[in-house]
């Protein structure tokens, strides 16, 4: 079970910061992270960590000013989002997969993920 937390409204330039916790058979996540979909618009990967070291992953589009980190103990992944565009508003979704780049992984493709938490919005204005 995946339970997001931190969604909101903010004025453009702002900052905003989502959690995720996870809960269940953990220990087979392999990455864990961020995607977003705005209305008409595919899904589309956002930031996601790799769960067994600090390796990370962004969209072109937040490099710079999104952040992705993860605290192991609790099985939780942050999202720290400054500068905030309106371009950044969208439904924010957790997720994790259990598979593996050597097995064919595209990191940052929605269609590999397996588990999904409820979203949490975001709007910038």
């Known amino acids: 079970q995946l339970v997001e937390s931190g969604g909101g409204s903010v004025q453009a330039g702002g900052s905003l910061r989502l959690s995720c916790a996870a809960s269940g058979n953990t220990a087979s996540v392999t990455y864990m992270g961020w995607f977003r979909q705005a209305p008409g618009k595919e899904r589309e990967g956002v930031a996601i960590?790799?769960?067994?070291?600090?390796?990370?992953f962004y969209a072109d589009s937040v490099k710079g000013r999104f952040t992705i980190s993860q605290d192991r103990a609790k099985n939780t992944v942050h999202l720290q989002m400054n500068s905030l565009k309106p371009e950044d508003t969208a439904m924010y979704y957790c997720?994790?997969?259990?598979?593996?780049?050597?097995?064919?992984?595209?990191?940052?493709?929605?269609?590999?993920?397996?588990?999904w938490g409820q979203g949490t919005q975001v709007t910038v204005s």
């Open positions: 960590t790799y769960t067994r070291d600090n390796n990370e």
């Open positions: 997720a994790t997969t259990g598979k593996r780049r050597a097995d064919g992984l595209v990191v940052l493709a929605a269609g590999q993920y397996n588990y």
